[in-house]
T-cell receptor, first 113, second 114 residues
Framework: AQSVTQPDIHITVSEGASLELRCNYSYGATPYLFWYVQSPGQGLQLLLKYFSGDTLVQGIKGFEAEFKRSQSSFNLRKPSVHWSDAAEYFCAVGAESNYQLIWGAGTKLIIKP | ETGVTQTPRHLVMGMTNKKSLKCEQHLGHNAMYWYKQSAKKPLELMFVYNFKEQTENNSVPSRFSPECPNSSHLFLHLHTLQPEDSALYLC?????????????FGPGTRLTVL
């Protein structure tokens, strides 16, 4: 079955510390991978996406993600978080032939001052 | 207005009420989506429209009725809802209906059913 797993419901990180949010997927076709962020009271905004090529992709707001096919993972990273990064982060998987994205349940990022 | 807008932002309704949610996209996109977002659950795709034609209805109860009069506007008509329908309802749009197209989201309507 197709699925996306974000193992961490909540993560708490100190401001200035590094961040890694995990995403694992199970998908039959070659995946298109996305990370979206949802700030409080807002809709979802695309951070970055991976379709093909270089497995390390750069996104907005200083985020990057690495696609590891052997581990079926697409983890999101940031070297130094800011208080404004407090939000909920969603991983999603799609395919050229299927417009329906499979979504993870989200990881809520809490920033400690 | 830019992007995707949704009105109202908050809605409280009784189980016997009829109300409508409105979504408008100012991006010139051809595909529009309704999602339901509940706490700690993945987004649930409800309906999809492509060039005003409905292409997906993910087994959504008939108390939810979508309408897409043109490629820029999308409505969700609500009637005789249940308390478990309380959630954040998100509208999204994309240039094309394809898995590699970025979806642009509105801020959502927070619905509470009493």
């Amino acid at each position: 079955a197709q699925s996306v797993t974000q193992p961490d419901i909540h993560i708490t990180v100190s401001e200035g510390a590094s961040l890694e949010l995990r995403c694992n997927y199970s998908y039959g076709a070659t995946p298109y991978l996305f990370w979206y962020v949802q700030s409080p009271g807002q809709g979802l905004q695309l951070l970055l996406k991976y379709f093909s090529g270089d497995t390390l992709v750069q996104g907005i707001k200083g985020f990057e993600a690495e696609f590891k096919r052997s581990q079926s993972s697409f983890n999101l990273r940031k070297p130094s978080v800011h208080w404004s990064d407090a939000a909920e982060y969603f991983c999603a998987v799609g395919a050229e032939s299927n417009y329906q994205l499979i979504w993870g349940a989200g990881t809520k990022l809490i920033i400690k001052p | 207005e830019t992007g995707v807008t949704q009105t109202p932002r908050h809605l409280v309704m009784g189980m016997t009420n009829k109300k409508s949610l409105k979504c408008e996209q100012h991006l010139g996109h051809n595909a529009m989506y309704w999602y339901k977002q509940s706490a700690k659950k993945p987004l649930e795709l409800m309906f999809v429209y492509n060039f005003k034609e409905q292409t997906e209805n993910n087994s959504v109860p008939s108390r939810f009725s979508p309408e897409c009069p043109n490629s820029s506007h999308l409505f969700l008509h609500l009637h005789t809802l249940q308390p478990e329908d309380s959630a954040l309802y998100l509208c999204a749009s994309s240039r094309r209906l394809a898995g590699n197209n970025e979806q642009f989201f509105g801020p959502g309507t927070r619905l509470t059913v009493l």
